[in-house]
Each structure stands twice: as structure tokens, then as C-alpha cells.
């Protein structure tokens, strides 16, 4: 079938539309017609190849809501109509122990939404649904997109990396992925501590729940932040002066990477081992972490702050997310 979809002919240019085939497999494949689909760092790091995996011509967008028009033979959890979203993942083995216990994030053969395939930026979206997610009826369609890589991924990270609540939790970076963190954290029963390079968002941090919000800029912070954090989840898309975050964590303490620095960490290692301090990091979430982040986004109403853009206007707002000027995700509406 032919799909309409806004294009990136080469690493670093601009989008355009072109029409492009994609075949459905008659057995797993779904084909949803998009209605919405959220912008994430990680569609900029594709465009301009930052980890050297892009395959170009490259259709961006895997924060994906829409409506099913077909469904492939084998798929009974939906049907014609529904309404769905679908994030990063399209496929996975679903038969290796990583699978099987829920973590098909973690399978050696996930595929990408827009790594192995064409993407939501797109008249339609066609691929396995057994990633795609029926959305509770109290998400809007414009909040749940950023909920499908953004929330499950901060929700994903804070999880495995601990939470279970009555923590102090900190994150780094208030953007798409810091601010659903911060919002998540907080409605799941922590104390939360926001870290932000921009002045204006402290004050927004407070309002969306964190209980301290400090401004940071290379490892200096504008006044120390109060006790230790059990965990700190990190959100940069850029590299974050580690140590000085480190030494903010409490004994046993997790930092936990879901942002992507741009280069390769230099810590002492002092301050982990008195401390007995861990670094982690976290790929998005399995299938089950996603129908739970939906299910508690659902009954605490965790929702994406949107600024909404027509497709057509996809390169004003890709430049609004480089230049770190969206409050605080940028949705695309079909
Ligand atoms: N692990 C995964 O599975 C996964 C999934 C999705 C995305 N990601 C990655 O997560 C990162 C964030 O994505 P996003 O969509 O949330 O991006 P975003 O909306 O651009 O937000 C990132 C935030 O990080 C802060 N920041 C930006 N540049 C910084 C710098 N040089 N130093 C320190 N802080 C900086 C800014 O917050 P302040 O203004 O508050 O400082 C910015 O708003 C990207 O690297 C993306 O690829 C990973
Ligand atoms: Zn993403
Ligand atoms: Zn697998």
C-alpha cells in the first residue's frame, strides 16, 4: 500500500513529504492511520545520525496514536477502529528469556519503529500489533503519544532502577522525558527533586509537583540541593557532569542514564565504592511495564504538557526541540 510520510532524504536536512510503499505481512501487521504523534530527542538523534545507525530516506515519529483500519490475521487483541499507541519498538523474537519475562525491550533482536521502518510522521503507521497498545479512555489522544516512548522510558528507568515509593528522587533535565518523570515520581509517592539548566522551569517543576528545583550548569548548582537522592534519573540528551551528581546520592543510591550523553563517561570511582553507589541505564520498557505505566497515567492522571503543531509544520517544531525552546513536548497532529 502507499502511505504519505514526511521524509528525511539525508542526515541533517529538512523533512518533505513523499509517498512511500510499505506492505502489510497479513499476519502480525496492523495498519493504523496516525492522528497524532509526538516528537522525541531520539527522532533528532536519527535525523542527524548522532549514533551512526540512521538509514536514510528515514521517517521519524514512534510516539504514534491513531485508529486501526486493518489488522493482520493473527491479531485478536484488536480490531478495526480501536484506538491505539505505539512507541519505539516494533519488534521483538518473543521467544528468548529477556522476551518471556516481559523484557522484549531487551531482546538481541528488538527492532526499532523508526530504525526498522517507516515511522508516525506519516499518513499511517504499518507494523506488529503485539506493540501496538489499546489506550485507556481517559488519555486523550494529544497526551498519549509522548506517554508511549517519554513515559514509558522515565516510568521504565525509575522502576528499575528502585522506585517503589516514599524515595527522594531526582531528575536531570525538564524536558519531554524530565517533566513526565518528575510528574511520575511524584503521583507514585515520592519526594521529587528537579534539575534544571533553565531558570524558567523551576518554577514549573514545583507546579508539576517536584517538592525542589535546582538550576545546574557543569556540575555547579545554584544552591545545594536538601538530602541525598535515592535515585537520579538522568534525561540530558548530552553528556551531564556525572561526579557532582554522584556525590548527591544517598548510600546504595542509583544514578540511572535514559538520556544519551554525547560521550563516554570519566567518573572516579571513590564515590561509588564508599558508598557503595550504582550507575545504570535504561532502554524504554517491556510490553507489561508499558500496560502498567498506561494504567497509572490512567488513575493519577500523569499527562504530557503538549505544544500542538500541524505535520506540515514538523521542521519548526524539530527546530524548537534542538534548540530547547518546547514546553514540553511538541505533538504533530495529522
Ligand atoms: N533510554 C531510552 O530508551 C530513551 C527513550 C527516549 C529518549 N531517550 C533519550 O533521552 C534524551 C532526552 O529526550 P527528550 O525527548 O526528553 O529531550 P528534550 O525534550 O530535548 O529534553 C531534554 C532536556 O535535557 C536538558 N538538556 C538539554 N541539553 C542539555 C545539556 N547540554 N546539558 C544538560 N542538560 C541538557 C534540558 O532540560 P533543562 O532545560 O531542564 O536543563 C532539555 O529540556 C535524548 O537523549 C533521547 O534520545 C532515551
Ligand atoms: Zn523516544
Ligand atoms: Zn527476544
Given at each position: 500500500m502507499k502511505i504519505r510520510a514526511l521524509t528525511?532524504?539525508?542526515?541533517?536536512s529538512g523533512l518533505s513529504f513523499s509517498e512511500m510503499d510499505v506492505n502489510p505481512d497479513g499476519e502480525h501487521d496492523v495498519v493504523i492511520r496516525v492522528t497524532h504523534c509526538g516528537i522525541c530527542h531520539s527522532d533528532i538523534h536519527m535525523i542527524d545520525n548522532d549514533w551512526g545507525m540512521s538509514n536514510y530516506p528515514l521517517v521519524p515519529g514512534h510516539e504514534v496514536v491513531g485508529i486501526v483500519e486493518e489488522t493482520g490475521r493473527a491479531i485478536t487483541h484488536l480490531r478495526s477502529g480501536d484506538r491505539v499507541g505505539f512507541g519505539w519498538q516494533r519488534g521483538a523474537c518473543l521467544q528468548c528469556a529477556d522476551c518471556l519475562g516481559g523484557n522484549e525491550n531487551l531482546c538481541d533482536a528488538s527492532q526499532g519503529t523508526i530504525t526498522h521502518g517507516y515511522g508516525g510522521f506519516a499518513s499511517h503507521l504499518v507494523a506488529d500489533g503485539r506493540f501496538a497498545f489499546p489506550l485507556p479512555?481517559?488519555?486523550?489522544s494529544v497526551s498519549a503519544g509522548p506517554l508511549l516512548c517519554a513515559g514509558i522510558t522515565v516510568y521504565g528507568g525509575l522502576r528499575s532502577a528502585g522506585m517503589r515509593g516514599g524515595q527522594r528522587i531526582g531528575v536531570i533535565g525538564i524536558g519531554g522525558l524530565g517533566h513526565l518523570a518528575v510528574a511520575f515520581a511524584r503521583a507514585l509517592g515520592n519526594e521529587v527533586v528537579a534539575f534544571t539548566t533553565s531558570e524558567d522551569k523551576a518554577k514549573f517543576a514545583v507546579d508539576l509537583g517536584a517538592h525542589e528545583a535546582v538550576v545546574h550548569r557543569d556540575g555547579e548548582f545554584d544552591r545545594p540541593p536538601g538530602k541525598p537522592c535515592d535515585i537520579i534519573l538522568s534525561t540530558a540528551p548530552a553528556s551531564i557532569a556525572t561526579s557532582a551528581f554522584v556525590n548527591l546520592l544517598a548510600s546504595d543510591g542509583t544514578l540511572c542514564f535514559v538520556g544519551v550523553p554525547d560521550k563516554p563517561l570519566s567518573i572516579d570511582l571513590f564515590p561509588l565504592l564508599v558508598k557503595r553507589r550504582r550507575i545504570m541505564a535504561s532502554p524504554i520498557g517491556g510490553r507489561s511495564m508499558i500496560t502498567s505505566m498506561l494504567r497509572d497515567a490512567d488513575r493519577f492522571g500523569v499527562a504530557p504538557v503538549v505544544e500542538t503543531f500541524p505535520m506540515c509544520k514538523a521542521d519548526e517544531a524539530l527546530e524548537k526541540v534542538r534548540s530547547n525552546r518546547i514546553r514540553y513536548r511538541a505533538v504533530l497532529v495529522a
Amino acid at each position: 500500500m502507499k502511505i504519505r510520510a514526511l521524509t528525511a532524504p539525508s542526515a541533517r536536512s529538512g523533512l518533505s513529504f513523499s509517498e512511500m510503499d510499505v506492505n502489510p505481512d497479513g499476519e502480525h501487521d496492523v495498519v493504523i492511520r496516525v492522528t497524532h504523534c509526538g516528537i522525541c530527542h531520539s527522532d533528532i538523534h536519527m535525523i542527524d545520525n548522532d549514533w551512526g545507525m540512521s538509514n536514510y530516506p528515514l521517517v521519524p515519529g514512534h510516539e504514534v496514536v491513531g485508529i486501526v483500519e486493518e489488522t493482520g490475521r493473527a491479531i485478536t487483541h484488536l480490531r478495526s477502529g480501536d484506538r491505539v499507541g505505539f512507541g519505539w519498538q516494533r519488534g521483538a523474537c518473543l521467544q528468548c528469556a529477556d522476551c518471556l519475562g516481559g523484557n522484549e525491550n531487551l531482546c538481541d533482536a528488538s527492532q526499532g519503529t523508526i530504525t526498522h521502518g517507516y515511522g508516525g510522521f506519516a499518513s499511517h503507521l504499518v507494523a506488529d500489533g503485539r506493540f501496538a497498545f489499546p489506550l485507556p479512555e481517559g488519555i486523550p489522544s494529544v497526551s498519549a503519544g509522548p506517554l508511549l516512548c517519554a513515559g514509558i522510558t522515565v516510568y521504565g528507568g525509575l522502576r528499575s532502577a528502585g522506585m517503589r515509593g516514599g524515595q527522594r528522587i531526582g531528575v536531570i533535565g525538564i524536558g519531554g522525558l524530565g517533566h513526565l518523570a518528575v510528574a511520575f515520581a511524584r503521583a507514585l509517592g515520592n519526594e521529587v527533586v528537579a534539575f534544571t539548566t533553565s531558570e524558567d522551569k523551576a518554577k514549573f517543576a514545583v507546579d508539576l509537583g517536584a517538592h525542589e528545583a535546582v538550576v545546574h550548569r557543569d556540575g555547579e548548582f545554584d544552591r545545594p540541593p536538601g538530602k541525598p537522592c535515592d535515585i537520579i534519573l538522568s534525561t540530558a540528551p548530552a553528556s551531564i557532569a556525572t561526579s557532582a551528581f554522584v556525590n548527591l546520592l544517598a548510600s546504595d543510591g542509583t544514578l540511572c542514564f535514559v538520556g544519551v550523553p554525547d560521550k563516554p563517561l570519566s567518573i572516579d570511582l571513590f564515590p561509588l565504592l564508599v558508598k557503595r553507589r550504582r550507575i545504570m541505564a535504561s532502554p524504554i520498557g517491556g510490553r507489561s511495564m508499558i500496560t502498567s505505566m498506561l494504567r497509572d497515567a490512567d488513575r493519577f492522571g500523569v499527562a504530557p504538557v503538549v505544544e500542538t503543531f500541524p505535520m506540515c509544520k514538523a521542521d519548526e517544531a524539530l527546530e524548537k526541540v534542538r534548540s530547547n525552546r518546547i514546553r514540553y513536548r511538541a505533538v504533530l497532529v495529522a
